[in-house]
């Protein structure tokens, strides 16, 4: 890479330039990998013929190789799929920031915005790597748990593999920035109503064939992180 | 428009045509807008001399238009938002589905891809009404509560507005698809874990003068939808 970076940091480009009022801004890797690892959907945006497209997919990180399902783009966009340029973006919402005016409504969110140049994998080992990294980003403990691809599933399936080199991580957290301007006197609420993914109670398959207990990692709250809101029966 | 549009529907393209598969799939507006009304922030994808960039922002639907807030994107970008092709994308994963097979892992999801050309709006009115729409989007009932914006945070602000013309609407629910095939015997769980975003008590600024209650519309299950886990005091 000809671009700066740091021995810790991800590459300091034009686009990936944190600017002035990003305070809470970060080119860390470490940040990158929490954002990263927090979720498991990311949209993967990419120039076609017809203009930009924006899909959204699930993804599982591996050290500093981002995997990505690519099934999810249509049959005869999947072949232009390996080594074009795509933008990735993983975003978390973490609540509503309510201001004295309209103008400082805000979201306090995380978010990670990725540049690269993802390649389609085609070595079936390669591709095992990514659904395995893939599969336990989505739920930990399934790989070893349910039947791994066979040979077959695996040629169907498209992974992309893309290096986490050039990324920005922006985060807003806290209250409105209204609270000591010339609106603070208002009689009007302000403050933050967090929002957060949470697991529900699981609901088993109909067509499940007599009693399988629900194993203790679909069980724990391994699945969109936090804590679930149900009391675990596995 | 040169394609196809059903009275009651949106264009069909090459790239909004549904595949074999897609068996949940839609054109419809009714469809469109349900995904869309149910959420606030969408994935912005276009092509910049750079290449692909994928922007999460806040969005608020009008009747058959979609306004996007635009100053997520850089000062430097921003002047280039006016009329150029974009996607936008918008998400909500409902569950993750597990199956016998890792194979057949899939996630529960609502999703609707829009594809136009935005404008950039530049008339105080026609940003004001961006703003509402935005701002009621994200918080319903605030527009009127908390001060509008003035002139020349009207002027400050880029807002985009997109026709929703050209669109498709995908959508899974239910159980893993391995019930009936040769996976079915193994002692394994499979079912569905439900995921929803839920508010959390709402958090005061500590900045508040004096005892402001929340007021009703923000005590509801109005924002991100979905009743609240906590019980409501405003």
Redesign the interface.
Known sequence: MDTPEPADGLAV???TRL?RHDREGSHERADLYEVLDAGF?C??????P???????T?YGRHGDRLYLHGSVA??SLRAALDRV?????V?H?DG?V??????E?A?N?R?A?I?GTPGVLTEPEDKRAG?HAI?EQ??PG??G??????DE?LAV?TVLVLPLEEASVKVRTG??LD??GP????????????????????????????Q????PH?AGPG??GGAP?WTPT?
């Open positions: 480009t034009d686009r600017r959907v949209h993967l945006g990419l120039q076609t017809d203009g930009p497209m924006v899909l959204p699930s249509s049959r340029p795509m933008c990735v973006t975003t919402v509503v309510v201001a004295r005016s309209v103008f409504h979201l969110y978010s915005i540049y659904m599969a989505i739920a399934q790989w748990y349910a039947r791994e691809p066979s599933e399936t209250p409105p609270g000591g609106d603070a006197d208002r009689p009007v609420w302000a403050g933050e109503i967090p929002l957060r993914t949470v697991r529900l109670e699981p609901r088993p398959d109909p067509s499940l064939r007599g399988v207990p629900l194993p679909l699945v969109a809101p596995g």
